[in-house]
């Protein structure tokens, strides 16, 4: 069965560095998403993909994040100088369309130290 | 804004006994999406089962079934026969009709005893 990838599943990455979270969404998606976890928190949405533009955000997604989709099979999120508080497990999903569904990866854990 | 609590942060139930997960939301379109997720140890998030606003028939898939009830705002999970492998962080979360993102309540741990 297709899967939602992600890597890489532990990054850690001083404060201020540049991190680039990848995503490989299932082949036919053509919805994508962004969330994250704060560790003992609930999932919280970051952004949404549809058609090479971002088609929602939330108030998290501040100018220091930014999405793409870099070719036909990735999707990446990029911080660019993180903060201690970035640090989380950040989730990516995708569904088809006309499906409700979100498929979720298995998720990265980021560490900002 | 929606809003979705699960009132329950823990629960325990003995294996192949049923146990009823909690789950409420705020909102005030009348069309919209209702999902549970399983989130085992290992992290990945698994859906468990969908239910559409619309419909008044409760979802059931093997041994997983949800008590929808529109007016209240109400909508729980039950599962019969718990097995070892159920044991996970369970969300509740909601999507309006045409929107993109789901929101998540805060989880309910399901622990299995043997």
């Known amino acids: 069965e297709p899967e939602v990838t992600q890597t890489p599943s532990h990054q850690v990455t001083q404060m201020g560095q540049e991190v680039i979270l990848r995503c490989v969404p299932i082949?036919?998606?053509?919805?994508f998403y962004w969330y994250r976890q704060i560790l003992g928190q609930k999932v919280e949405f970051l952004v949404s993909?549809?058609?090479?533009?971002?088609?929602?955000k939330s108030e998290i997604f501040d100018d220091q994040f930014s999405v793409e989709r870099p070719d036909g099979s990735n999707f990446t999120l990029k911080i660019r100088s993180t903060k201690l508080e970035d640090s989380a497990m950040y989730f990516c999903?995708?569904?088809?369309?006309?499906?409700?569904?979100?498929?979720f990866g298995p998720g990265t854990r980021l560490t900002v130290t | 804004a929606q809003t979705v609590t699960q009132s329950q942060p823990e629960m325990s139930v003995q294996e192949a006994e049923t146990v009823t997960l909690s789950c409420t939301y705020d909102?005030?379109?009348?069309?919209?999406?209702l999902f549970w997720y399983k989130q085992p140890p290992s992290r990945q998030m698994i859906l468990v089962i969908r239910?559409?606003?619309?419909?008044?028939q409760n979802a059931t898939e093997n041994r997983f079934s949800v008590n929808f009830q529109k007016a209240a705002k109400s909508f729980s999970l039950k599962i019969s026969d718990s097995q070892l492998g159920d044991a996970a962080m369970y969300f509740c979360?909601?999507?309006?009709?045409?929107?993109?993102?789901?929101?998540f309540g805060p989880g309910t741990r399901l622990s299995v005893l043997p």
């Open positions: 999903a995708s569904r088809t369309s006309g499906v409700y569904e979100q498929y």
């Open positions: 082949s036919n998606h053509l919805y």
């Open positions: 993909f549809y058609n090479n533009e971002i088609s929602e």
């Open positions: 909102t005030s379109e009348s069309d919209y999406y």
């Open positions: 239910q559409e606003a619309y419909k008044q």
């Open positions: 979360a909601y999507r309006i009709l045409y929107g993109q993102n789901f929101v």
